[in-house]
């Protein structure tokens, strides 16, 4: 039997295009991504059995023609579990986009927090010792009002916040 | 007795978690069921460690499919110990799962599918820790991952979904990962039993060797978050309810570990890639602990300590030697408990205190002597502190790297002893600043005001764009109650609670929790006291691991495949 190119260029091309969208902060597309990189993976687990052949059942042809069967076994399950977490992940987006008419993946605030942190704590100063109107910015482990700000110094993604 | 004994801790936690759906109605039933299967559990770890301590390994054949076609469950030293280790925690978990419960109603936690996830999570952790093949592997971690993302986004809060998505692409992705390296593995030897694959995979040539190996190295590296491949896990951890945090942190990242130490020592034995995980161990623990050192929070503060100390761990199969694998064996099981300990009181202080922001925090000594007991024993024990477990964990891992005595391991022996320093820095911080000082120290007004906005703020973050002021600033809680503080208050803000004591006697600790805390607390201090036979068991089942034989002479009988 001859090789095959298709299989490996379909592989491969769904891996570029499922990892692409994966890094997509949009979650349905998050969720394509994974669809796509799920079916590349069974389409590489079908490639382990070799070249086609005739269908692997006893008494049916002779032993040397027929196809490895374990691959599709485990391709079964990989489908079932895919199918399973895509439907998880559907919920998912569903309930970020009731939540926040939104769907993409959200900053983590506490890192902002680190981030946008000075090198003195909070309650390592005592503010009656700071003049008025820097007793606001006592308070740096907390979120600066002004996001604009912040973005100049912090990664904020423009996908949520940042005009 | 094996064959009887290996199948029960996946089969019972799926039966009783069916059980639990069927009576989702009946709370009472539905806990003392879920209880009663956990007992049973561990009951069975217990028996299959002494059988496979006395007797040596054993395997089944699901099924009662002949060997290599089969699925096998491999009973050995290292899975029945881990075993038992995972299913007294969960246990503990769970117990302080249903005191939570029973203190708050079904507000925070909708219990009627939080038992029967938890079943499935433990059937999950026991299935990946008894597979003998890779892809029964593969299986128990997606029905643990499964699980876990139900447990993690539980309640469905905006924060909850944030942190949830982080977790299920990244793992996700590590899943796909390790299919893929099945997939390569199967194609290069045309079997996916580990047992076989001991025997086969080293006959492959060393390119491709390397390649399965880095491959499943990256998926279960991600699982266990190894350094450059750990960056989601304090993301997504904190966010979760106290006690799901402490199962995951206690378990998920531990059958990552499990999966390497697996992998590493059965399917790979030439250590080829042992440099790689050396560095890998060193920045792991050096770049997680300076991330704790950095947190104010306590929550993610003991995430990133999760992380960092992984590090030991690797560390020890970096080694190789029988030695570093003793120590890191021994080093799971005591992080296991301890990591979910101090998760465990991590939920006792925000009930007690009213947030984990440690800066917000103070007095707790006080207020509860017996909080701070739990939560100083573990804590120094996490640092290191002798004659505590920790202490002889890390003993035994760093006389293993002079033992071996290269460059690298020197490096890495430096390493461990700074993490160790500044693990205790790290916890020492939050001792003191939540713990010891006074409670106005903290100021008291702040702390209870802020608190209830975090409060708030937790559960609907919508609030907090809803309660902007004239300049149309979104503002968060500390600004909230320095507004306040500095008397320019406006209506919107005397809407929010600002009684500090309401807050204070606002969550009292039931006594489930705690007695659930203290039992876990109670473990790790047992830990120490029993930690001559432990290390015992850990060196007999590190042996097995370098000699391989017992393995796979357990699946194929005497004679090799």
């Known amino acids: 039997m001859t090789p095959t190119i298709v299989l490996p260029v379909m592989i491969g091309g769904l891996y570029a295009a499922g990892v692409y969208l994966l890094l997509d902060r949009s979650l349905t597309r998050v969720l394509l991504g994974f669809l796509l990189l799920g079916n590349a993976t069974n389409l590489l687990l079908l490639s382990t059995g070799g070249p086609a052949g005739l269908a692997p059942i006893l008494g049916y042809s002779d032993a040397e023609d027929i196809n490895d069967p374990l691959p599709q076994a485990l391709i079964l399950t990989a489908i079932v579990i895919t199918f399973g977490v895509s439907a998880f992940l559907l919920a998912i987006i569903h309930r970020s986009w009731r939540l926040a008419r939104n769907e993409v993946v959200g900053t983590d605030e506490e890192d902002r927090r680190v981030a946008a942190r000075r090198a003195t704590d909070a309650d390592e100063l005592d503010p009656d010792d700071l003049a008025p109107e820097d007793r606001a910015a006592m308070h740096a482990d907390s979120l600066p009002a002004d996001l604009e700000e912040l973005a100049d110094d912090v990664d904020v993604p423009a996908g949520r916040g940042a005009p | ?561």
């Open chain 2, 1 to 561: 007795m094996i064959e009887v004994l290996a199948p029960l801790p996946v089969l019972l936690p799926l039966l009783g978690a069916a059980g639990a759906l069927l009576v989702a109605r009946r709370p009472t039933f539905q806990r003392t069921l879920s209880t009663v299967v956990l007992v049973a559990v561990l009951a069975v770890s217990v028996a299959l460690l002494f059988i496979a301590d006395a007797e040596g390994a054993g395997a089944v054949s699901v099924g009662g499919w002949p060997v290599p076609l089969g699925i096998v469950l491999v009973v050995d030293r290292l899975s029945a110990l881990m075993l038992v280790v995972a299913s007294t925690v969960a246990l503990g978990v769970l117990v302080f799962a249903v005191g939570q419960g029973a203190a708050d109603g079904s507000e925070e936690t909708p219990l009627s599918i939080f038992h029967p996830t938890f079943l499935v999570l433990v059937a999950g952790v026991s299935n990946a820790f008894l597979a003998g093949d890779l892809f029964n592997l593969y299986v128990g971690f997606e029905i643990l991952l499964m699980a876990s993302y139900v447990l993690l986004t539980l309640g469905g809060t905006a924060a909850r979904i944030r942190g949830g998505i982080t977790y299920i692409v990244v793992s996700l992705t590590s899943s796909l990962l390790f299919l893929a390296a099945i997939a390569l593995v199967y194609a290069a030897t045309g079997t996916v039993n580990m047992a076989q694959l001991a025997v086969r995979l080293g006959e492959l040539p060393e390119g491709t060797q390397l390649l399965l190996q880095s491959m499943l190295l990256v998926a279960f590296g991600i699982k266990a978050a190894v350094f450059p491949l750990s960056a989601w896990l304090p993301d997504s951890y904190p966010t979760a309810p106290a006690p799901v945090t402490a199962v995951f942190a206690g378990l998920l990242t531990k059958v990552g570990v499990y999966a390497i130490i697996r992998t590493q020592t059965l399917l790979f034995p030439g250590g080829a890639l042992d440099d790689v995980l050396m560095w890998a161990a060193l920045a792991t623990m050096l770049v997680g602990i300076l991330g704790a050192v950095a947190q104010s929070d306590l929550r993610r503060m003991l995430s990133f300590t999760l992380v960092s100390h992984i590090g030991y761990m690797v560390f020890g199969i970096a080694l190789g030697t029988a030695a570093g694998l003793a120590g890191a064996v021994f080093y799971v099981a005591h992080h296991i408990a301890i990591q979910t300990t101090l998760f465990l009181v991590a939920g006792l202080v925000e009930r007690q205190g009213g947030t984990t922001a440690v800066d917000r925090l103070g007095g707790l000594a006080r207020r509860s002597p017996l909080l701070a007991v739990l939560f100083f024993v573990p804590a120094m024990n996490l640092a290191g502190i002798p004659p505590l477990s920790g202490f002889i964990g890390k003993l035994g891992l760093l006389e293993a790297g002079v033992a071996e005595g290269s460059a690298a391991a020197y490096t890495l022996v430096a390493g461990g002893v700074v993490t160790s320093l500044l693990t205790l820095l790290a916890v020492g911080r939050v001792w003191t600043r939540a713990f010891w000082r006074s409670p106005n120290q903290a100021p008291a007004e702040d702390t209870a005001a802020a608190a209830a906005a975090d409060a708030t703020q937790r559960r609907r973050p919508s609030d907090d764009l809803a309660s902007t002021d004239d300049d149309d600033r979104p503002r968060t809680p500390l600004q909230d109650a320095w507004r306040r503080h500095t008397a320019v208050a406006t209506a919107t803000e005397v809407e929010t609670p600002p009684a500090a004591g309401a807050v204070r006697a606002l969550r009292p600790l039931p006594r489930t929790m705690v007695g659930a805390t203290a039992a876990l607390a109670a473990l790790t201090v047992a830990l120490t006291v029993l930690a001559g036979p432990l290390y015992g068991l850990a060196d007999r089942a590190a042996n097995d691991l370098v000699d391989r034989a017992p393995y796979v002479s357990s699946v194929f009988g005497e004679e090799a495949p």
